[in-house]
């Protein structure tokens, strides 16, 4: 164990492929951050704030990446809402983000998506904070 809350507990990933590979779960179950009470979230994400100063600190490295991956699309491979805090060196291949260079939309193609999140957040808002998942 590496931090234990009410709310929040952190252990060491049985998997380190660099030393210091921590997650982070609320106790509540929840399979993904969708899922997420606004009660854990703030205490879940100041839990990750201060295990990554404490993992930096432990084991200092060029680097670091906090991630969660939802759905198998991103690589889930457990059904219960973890964030990684992961020590980093330079060219170390580990999570590449892109495969390729990513596409650069222009500015009004951007601002169409971002109006379209807004959107369904005001429709969230308005329905008392419902959630709206893709059904597929």
Do not use: K
Not at 26 to 47: E, F, K, S, T, W
Not at 112 to 136: C, F, K, Q, Y
């Amino acid at each position: 164990m590496v931090l234990e809350t009410d709310r929040v507990v952190a252990f060491m990933d049985a998997r380190q492929f660099h030393p210091g590979h921590v997650l982070i779960i609320p106790r509540a179950h929840v399979a993904d951050i969708r899922d997420l009470d606004p009660a854990d979230a703030g205490p879940l994400l100041n839990a990750v704030a201060r295990v990554a100063r404490a993992v930096d600190a432990a084991y200092p490295a060029e680097g670091l990446s906090v991630w969660h991956s939802v759905g198998p699309a991103a690589n889930q491979e457990v059904p219960h809402l973890h964030i990684h805090v992961h020590p980093r060196i330079a060219g170390d291949g580990l999570l590449r983000v892109y495969p390729s260079a990513p596409r650069e939309p222009p500015r009004s193609e951007l601002d169409a998506r971002a109006h379209r999140i807004a959107s369904v957040l005001s429709e969230t808002d308005a329905d008392g904070g419902e959630r709206m998942r893709n059904p597929g």
